[in-house]
């Protein structure tokens, strides 16, 4: 068995030293990151077996993605793909403080992954997995991509996993109306559905009480379990009909990114050793509290971390 | 026409990693800085065709300075000076956090610019300036310069140029007394004056309510504006007999040197474009507040950026 | 006039510390690079008017480009594209003693500059230009890019400048034959010929003794001048049917990247004042020798720095 | 006469970058700690003559001890163990906001200063000392440790020097109820203590209001001064029956290690120079709130630094 | 089926930047490195599927073992030690030209591995591998280590691996006796010996020409198979009675570390695929050679390269 | 008793990294370096008790020089100047391979140690000092310093102490003329003369065969020691009318700065423990070999590695 499985793009991060603009930077820091691959790293760096599913090209830069899930503990099953036809998608990370803000730009067209085909991909492991995960990025990246989604949220579901989606709507990959008509086809087969309140609204045409958007969401799509997510205001779970709030665990940021995808890893790591939405949901907010400390989309913790976060909250100096 | 052309002293500026001292720290940052070239950098940015005058040696050094203003879009000016009799002033820069504070060691004597005497100048680009601007620091760097910022000023005041001088004071270059007489017969050929409140009070004598402080200077030298800074406190510009005020944006100070100038810069802009009073102030404060999340003297921002924290006042993340 | 005008890509450049591998690396250093502007950094570093064409996204990856090409003092007339739509060219070096050799990865795919048309460019330049320069690189990005080239070519030529063209066969853009055919179309309008001896094998067909395959090319085209580049046996110049010879100036190399480049340049900058053959030669050869001790693809070099190579061969210390 | 002897061990310090784990980190920051060092440095930074005693491996590591301790004016007695058996202790430290924290990992086993004894070191200084600190960290190093602490505070004490001691109990090294005991024993020679609150009540056993506690250890131990540190709550202090109190400088906390000892530094640099209770607490609390805005243990500050954060309680910019 | 199976000691591998020294770095490069999971990773690296058995500390330096041998696809058979009692072994690695040498300093006393014991381990892997590997160094360490490794090896040879042993003298460990007689006795179970001539020589006593010794040692001791490994002089292979040679490829030597490891990994990858025992000594010594051209331990290449170098020797620009 | 008293300038270096240029580069590398203070590290590093005099501005770059030469073990004397008249000397180091060669450009105008006078100085170390070296470029740097040299040589000389001094000829400082008058007066007191063969030449006008050449210095000034340097071909001592050779070590060269210096404090190293001239020879060339191989001015090196060299000529790695 595998506890978790994922699905979807991982990128080269690149991003400057602090204070330094893309304009002018002589550096770039270089690391991985994608939603999907963000959770399975923190999945794993809490104690689960954990895959990922994805397609790269052949090359070094491709290479260095499995590499590196796999110092986390992530087994990967990729296809691969001729590197002088493809490329690994990228993304420029500029952090800024306020009033300036963090600027990502993608460079992601013609990736790798944007031509993935089921077949290509290695489906046994969903025969046997706990959890697939997926978001709503990767159905957006291409026809290929979200055709793929479709017949893996499918075969998962079939094979007796649960089958959990964050939402995660990105505004330059495609418009609302596009989002929401794909996602509907994509909810029949979605057991668990995490999504920003924002998006909820925006994207999902979800207005009212957030306790009213869970109850909507759920009844419409049939959803077992409906987790919205509204930033410092905390997150809010509906589960077979009962709600559970969970508030944020205060945090030093230093790179925001990747906050959610290890709120959700930190969800799935707790479920996937039989805790309950309460303690899955302390489990989410203590690992995205731990990541905003971490530079990377990734949440490189350990079990005993997230404990101690969720007992008491703070750090200090232990010595 | 030449939007804006300034005319002053850049110098090398060295300063150690965060949290090292000028004592130990093995290694420098290497980046440049004067007031005057900080004000044509951040007007360039914002789209003005901005021009900086001074006198460079003729050493790699030297042209670093070039090199780097250049990069910015400013058209550089330069009387070139032999390498072996003169030099580069330099600062070093050590930012501490509170209470120990940033400490600025100047190491400015001998420059090259101190020489400098207005027929080494290509002055030509005055007389096609809509806007001539220069600082309270030239003229206390020496005799030689001090008499060219006059010509300067009286040669653009002259062609039609509006003249703008922020008295930005040195302690350690003139006295309060030397910099008062000066100052005061250079203010005949100013039309805009921007100056902190401390300085009106220590340099120029001005006690009392700002707005007094600010109608009693341009009553007594004839300035079209007044524009007077207060730290945390924002901007009050007097302006053909109107008042105006502007608080600050705030911002996660990275590093605040040339905020000032920054604030000078947008200002400028907004006005080189048509902006009235109330739009260069907004400029102004937007761009210094965007200058104090970026690392070194110089704003290196877009307008995209400064008319959105006009609007918004903050940054997020943007993808 | 401007003394030099190029068109052609010019990429961002990433590349990892020594040592170190695309596949582990967790530092970039990064740089810009491309032929036709390495050519137009060595002519203006060496006193040259010179200005580069092209088409960039509009970002700040794009906008990098321009800030350092101004900073060498290069000119820019620059097609700003929509950034959502197109991206910069990009390439990974990793520098690799042996014998496990440089290894570049281009991922220029899609880059604007793919849809250059010629009304786009500021055309002006080529009608006061001295010198009109490309290379093979350029014509084998895209039909709109092999379009443009022949475009520029035939209007430089037309107004009178001297047209010059590096071949720089790249065999991962397109094949022995399509270059083939393009490049003798092309070579019409073209009076300056660049060519690796194994080019001109390669993909012009031309065997033999290099004298031999000088005399041909330039027969069989019209060239005014044939410069033949041997690697480490120097160069060779057929030029109004005399022959020149050059020997390389040897050098301590730490990045051979843009060493054809700044040969180009340095021959340039030494015909636009007024030199002969050979002592372009000799300019083209100490300028690619100071080059390859300089990381980056340009050639920041001094014309004192050139001429002393020219005269003593080394460096030593100066002090 | 010495102004100050120490004794203890001293570390190395590993530490990643900000943001960055000990898990993952490819790079770390070198330096050097140790309490009773640390206090030396902070001292000898403040004009006091400074010595330091310990053993130290006969290798490089162990020769960087005494080369930094030396660069900030420390004299150094050094024991040279033969580097084939023995090794420098080594500590991580990995800074984390929170709620990650700060961890400190120690690799301290078999250190050179494990095996330490009196007729190793240079004793004739304490003949000449002025003020003898030492700390709880050394007794519980090992047994050879703890009898050499004593022996020296036993000499110190007869030949006339104050002997002041930092209670710094370290759970990784000995239980509270060890410590006790040996703390017990120790004190017959110890004039002044300095001791956290929080240890005084779990090594010591002392509970209730602050002052009780200090009058409680100061009747029964004798001693002449104690000083008892809360934290953010400030410090008290009681010296011959009078209670002082001094609350904490307000500091941007970079790193936090080595704070404490920086305060004993300013507290024994004061109270050599004859200050005070009241003037050295204000010391020990400036020199502290600068410590802690400079990365690493060691408080490299000047008087000056000192006096202005007495007087002015901040830093601003200095120009 | 396991390819190959390696057992032995991994440490910090910690080391200044070039021309800087242990005694007054600032900084330190961080990396893991061991003889045999040097190997392992080289074999891993040109495709074998490979596992490496151990003991490591549970400590966030004990996980960064695993992390980086899992990136380099290496599978781990971890025992982990309790973290307060026992250690990583370190190596402080300084490399300076000619005539300064590079020098390595062990701080591996007490490290987790030299309390080993085999019922600790998985072994089951064992009874799958197709190769089991070790060196030298291992039995040195400790007591424990040494009867580990004798029962590892006899339980590989009984379940049928071949067992092969580099021998790998570290005099800092034991003197030459005691190797000898330690190494008789584990040779009882070895299969293939790879041991450099001067160790052949001073460890196992045997004198003479090259192929004497090989012969002397296969017989001796029913080695299968010996390897002598001779520097710049190449190696020199017995195998069944027959004599094979092979030549270093040369390499510009950024990192010699690590060298022989890249050779014995590159010599079983190619004997785990069929391949003869001249391609195998080929394939050993370019990924020895390629290994010299990467920092760090590890000889991070791929299949292709390796096969480059054995058709073509040499790297040169490939774009 | 003091084995080496020195006297001179020394200044901060900076340079930027490998292949990058000063005109470009965004980070310097800093040192200290100052031919008298090299020579007195050199000679501390090898066990010498060496002190330095000279004059510093009293600013924290000021102090890094004494903490940067505590550090290495030597005691300094310093006169230190109001920071606010005053500065400390700079230089920039360029390092370029060939052709490109290495660039120094000083910026020691004005530098405190200008206007240094005997009285500032505790001159008392001269009366207890064995050896008082000083060099030909503290007397180029201002009236006062030549006057200041003038005193300590004869003062040193008077107590008996063993007078040295290199030559080391500066252009950039003064002409030929001017230093063969100062140094003709300088060398009455002179005892032993290090002179580089060029300088010998050029400011001495001594040609000839170099043993003719130090056979006239010595007749001409009187001279017990002479040692002439010429590069690649080592050095030739006259030492009491016997001549003695030297070749070079060869070295891998990072840093050529301060090889001379180096070859002088192992020099007088040698000397100062009763070596012969042939010994100190040997010393003086090894310790120089050994600092090629370190970037900075410092020869950090131990007493076991100059023996090393001496016996084996090279390090190979030592673990």
Redesign the interface.
Known sequence: MTDLVTFGETMLR?S?P??????????????IGGAESNVAVAGASLGLDAAWLSKLPS???G??VV??L????VRTGVAWAD??DT?LG?Y?L?H????????????R??AAVTTVAPEELPLGVLDEATTFHTTGITPALSEHARATTATLLERASAAGATTTFDLNY?S?LWSHAEARGTLRDLFEHVDTLFVARRDAEAVLDREGEVVEVAHGLATDHDFETVVITRGDHGALALHEGEVYEQPV?????????GTGDAFVGGFLAQRAIGGDIDAALEWGA?TA??K?????DLA?VTRE?VER?VE????????
């Open positions: 690149l400057p602090e204070g330094t603009r893309l304009e002018t930077t002589e550096q770039f820091d270089v690391r090359s070094p830069l290479r260095r590499r590196e796999r110092s986390h503990g590197a002088d490329r990228t420029y500029e800024g403080g306020e009033p300036r803000g963090t600027n990502v730009i993608y460079d067209a013609d990105r330059k665990y205060e945090a030093d940021t230093l790179d925001a990114i203590a509290s731990l905003r400390t971490i530079s990377g490189v971390e976060v008491e909250g703070d750090g200090g100096i232990s010595r």
